[in-house]
């Protein structure tokens, strides 16, 4: 199974909002991104786990929180959006034995609209 | 911040044609990785290369990698119509997180 789920697919919010992205991936992989993109934009990394430890953090706003309960699972936790976040959200896994990084397998991502 | 710039931004072709897509990075690099988005959606790797690499294929797909000059080239031959996407490299520097360029936009005409 090489195949990265994301879900909801489409999520439209509030800016006094509480909602969760949620990405599963089982292929095994111990490596977890969230990237955010914009239209016509290339992806921007978020967030790193690495055997479910945050490893990177790329100055992302705390209205974000990510979290990784399991091996297999990421959520994103979104609070008090604005609308410039509305974008696409990219969860991606790859394999994670050492420094150098690996083909990362992508899901489809979650379309967010911040109203 | 980007790593990468791409060129050229948008390229469109007729099918059977060769697409050529370029890719310059600032930094050191110990691997060098193109992906491909369709519209909207994931996207879908396509090769790595390594730094101690100059030349890639895989099936219809050739990358190259010039370290001193920090670029790399990916050619995709007897383009076809499925072949429309947005083509991105993406950078290892070694902090175990991909940096991506800007990315082409290819149109294969029918």
């Known amino acids: 199974d090489t195949e990265v789920t994301q879900t909801p697919k489409h999520l439209v919010m509030g800016m006094t909002n509480k909602k969760s992205l949620k990405c599963e991936q089982h292929?095994?992989?111990?490596?977890m991104y969230w990237y955010k993109q914009k239209a016509k934009k290339p992806p921007e990394l978020m967030f790193v786990?690495?055997?479910?430890?945050?490893?990177i953090n790329e100055s992302v706003p705390s209205r974000f929180s990510p979290e990784c309960p399991n091996s297999s699972l990421l959520n994103l936790h979104l609070h008090a959006l604005q609308p410039e976040d509305s974008a696409l959200y990219l969860c991606?896994?790859?394999?994670?034995?050492?420094?150098?990084?690996?083909?990362?397998?992508f899901g489809p991502g979650t379309r967010l609209t911040v109203t | 911040s980007q790593q990468g710039e791409e060129d050229p931004q948008a390229l469109s072709i007729q099918e059977g044609e060769n697409a050529t897509m370029n890719c310059s990075y600032k930094t050191s690099i110990n691997n060098l990785q193109w992906y491909r988005q369709n519209s909207g959606r994931g996207l879908v790797h396509l090769i790595l290369i390594r730094s101690n690499e100059r030349e890639k294929h895989s099936g219809r797909l050739r990358v190259t990698l010039d370290t001193s000059k920090k670029s790399s080239s990916l050619l995709i031959t007897a383009s076809r119509a499925a072949d429309t996407a947005s083509y991105f490299c993406a950078t290892d520097t070694g902090r175990r997180a991909l940096t991506f360029g800007s990315g082409t936009r290819l149109q294969v005409q029918p």
């Open positions: 786990y690495s055997y479910e430890k945050l490893s």
């Open positions: 292929m095994g992989h111990r490596a």
């Open positions: 991606a896994s790859s394999q994670d034995r050492g420094g150098n990084s690996y083909e990362q397998y």
